[in-house]
């Protein structure tokens, strides 16, 4: 058996800017481009929107704004050029403040590429010490304004967009450098606790099983295993009193336990070229029923590796003896988590994860 991947988002129309000439140098397009692309689809399924749009100032020309990457946008609106001083966008690099607008066919200039109008939101991308950049972002036509967690949690994305412009001026993006971090890092975690750290190479060993079983490719995949190797390096910044306590915690200590998602992120988003392994680890504690933290998302909006390393890191956790408890019996822990499955967990990860402990016996 193989499953699909993440469903592939198809365009909602055909977008085309007033100048409709495409970069043929590679500047902008490729600049950080395959984060960025991974970022854009990842705003889509994260803040579940299902139009998404990255501009950023065109080097060739700072007069220029240029549509660098998108995700359920038209072919025809990647790599076109639009005035950095004109319109949604112009605003936004000019003020760098965000924009509402009531109609998102507003955000490109051009009104008559769908016949339906929705909630947009273009918010500043900064990078390199000013706003070089704007993420733009429809509203489900079901959905009539944005929220203000919405505004919050796409402007988070948008500052992991200015990282990755960041780190693509320097051409980094899983080279050596990249791999150096990751292992500074692993091995930081380590010193810090030997037990979390024969756990994270558990996770990582199932992870890569469960995304070759869900048919991801080769570089979401590496971003995968990176992600489940770092997915607990916010716990450096935790207290060895709460992170090594041979008991339940206290609910103030579980608030300070729940923190390391979104230190682990933020850590991950300052390396160059892991920026999309950053919203990965940010969101491994979702729950498919929405339950879980830091943001609440369900079902497809958290991001598929995301919900890869959740499954394999309850597993890994119950398997393993911790100070206030016993390892549970292989079989056991199989049952919680198919006990899991459509409320805790994605049901398909689920059946990825017995998959894979079947061919490792």
């Given amino acids: 058996m193989r499953l699909m991947a993440e469903d592939r988002m198809e365009s909602k129309g055909r977008f085309v800017s ?8 590679g500047s902008e397009v490729a600049y950080g481009g395959m984060v960025l692309e991974r970022l854009a689809r990842h705003t889509c399924r994260v803040a579940g929107v299902d139009w998404s749009c990255l501009f950023v100032i065109d080097r060739a020309d700072p ?53 339906r109008s929705r909630a947009g939101v273009a918010l500043p ?11 733009c972002a429809a509203a489900p036509y079901e959905q009539e304004e944005f929220t203000p967690q919405d505004i919050e949690l ?32 692993a091995v930081a975690m380590d010193m ?45 910044q935790v207290p060895d009193a709460v992170l090594n306590k041979p008991g339940p915690l206290e609910p103030h200590e579980n608030e300070v336990i729940r923190c390391h998602a979104t230190w682990g992120s933020e850590t991950l988003s300052r390396i160059p070229g892991l920026e999309a392994v950053a919203t990965i680890v940010r969101f491994h504690h979702e729950r498919w029923d929405g339950a879980g933290y830091p943001d609440g998302l369900s079902g497809v909006r958290i991001p598929l590796a995301s919900r890869i390393i959740s499954v394999c890191d309850a597993y890994g956790a119950m398997t393993s003896d911790r100070p206030y408890r016993s390892a549970l019996d292989p079989r ?18 689920v059946q ?9 016996v």
């Fill in 352 to 360: 990825a994860l017995v998959e894979a402990l079947s061919t490792m």
């Fill in 332 to 349: 056991e822990a199989l049952d919680e988590i198919r006990a899991g499955a459509g409320s805790q967990f994605d049901p398909a990860v």
């Fill in 125 to 135: 991308i900064r990078f390199a010490g000013a706003v070089g950049g704007v993420l």
């Fill in 18 to 25: 007033r100048r409709t000439d495409h970069t043929d140098d």
């Fill in 192 to 236: 810090r606790d030997q037990r979390t750290a024969r756990h994270s190479d558990d996770v990582v060993e199932l992870s890569r099983a469960v995304g070759e079983l869900l048919a991801l490719g080769p570089a979401p995949l590496l971003e995968l295993e990176f992600a489940a190797r770092l997915h607990d390096v916010g716990k450096i």
């Fill in 154 to 185: 796409l402007a988070e994305l948008a500052d992991l967009a200015g990282a990755a412009l960041d780190h693509g001026r320097q051409h980094l993006h899983y080279n050596e450098t990249v791999h150096a971090h990751v292992e500074a890092l």
């Fill in 63 to 115: 007069r220029l704004a240029i549509a660098a990457a998108g995700c359920g946008v038209g072919w025809d609106l990647i790599g076109t050029r639009v005035g950095a001083d004109e319109g949604v966008v112009g605003t936004v690099l000019s003020s760098g403040e965000p924009a509402l607008v009531g109609d998102h066919r507003e955000l490109t200039g051009v009104l008559e590429s769908e016949p």
